[in-house]
């Protein structure tokens, strides 16, 4: 079991920066892979970020690919995503999440819809001047 908890939401210009935060409490925290999702209104969420600690590897979405970036401290149990230069398009409701299973390669933690997940609540984020 694994619970997800994320804050840093907010409001923010165009061109701006943020840094969301995720805290994570429970089993085999380092070895799972985890992810950012958002989730912006009328459309499917789509997983952003992902990393996969055992592999050492990284995904990104081609649309934040440059600006956003996924970082963890195990030693905190927690999971950033820093965002700069946020644009309007990047508003959406974002979500945190950690592979059910340990070492999870990215692509299915990120693209596959159907691997099984932890979620956090979700942090709204708005771009706007």
């Known amino acids: 079991q694994l619970q997800l908890v994320e804050s840093g939401g907010g409001l923010v210009q165009p061109g701006g920066s943020l840094t969301l935060s995720c805290a994570a409490s429970?089993?085999?925290?380092?070895?799972?892979?985890i992810g950012w999702f958002r989730q912006a209104p009328g459309k499917e969420r789509e997983g952003i970020s992902c990393?996969?600690?055992?592999?050492?590897?990284?995904l990104y979405a081609d649309s934040v690919k440059g600006r956003f970036t996924i970082s963890r401290d195990d030693a905190k149990e927690e999971i950033y995503l820093q965002m700069i230069n946020l644009k309007p398009e990047d508003t959406a409701v974002y979500f945190c999440?950690?592979?059910?299973?340990?070492?999870?390669?990215?692509?299915?933690?990120?693209?596959?819809?159907?691997?099984?997940?932890?979620w956090g609540q979700g942090t709204q984020v708005n771009v706007s001047s």
């Open positions: 999440a950690a592979a059910w299973g340990l070492a999870l390669p990215v692509e299915d933690m990120c693209r596959n819809t159907h691997t099984q997940k932890y």
């Open positions: 990393s996969n600690p055992v592999a050492g590897t990284e």
């Open positions: 429970g089993s085999a925290f380092p070895y799972r892979t």
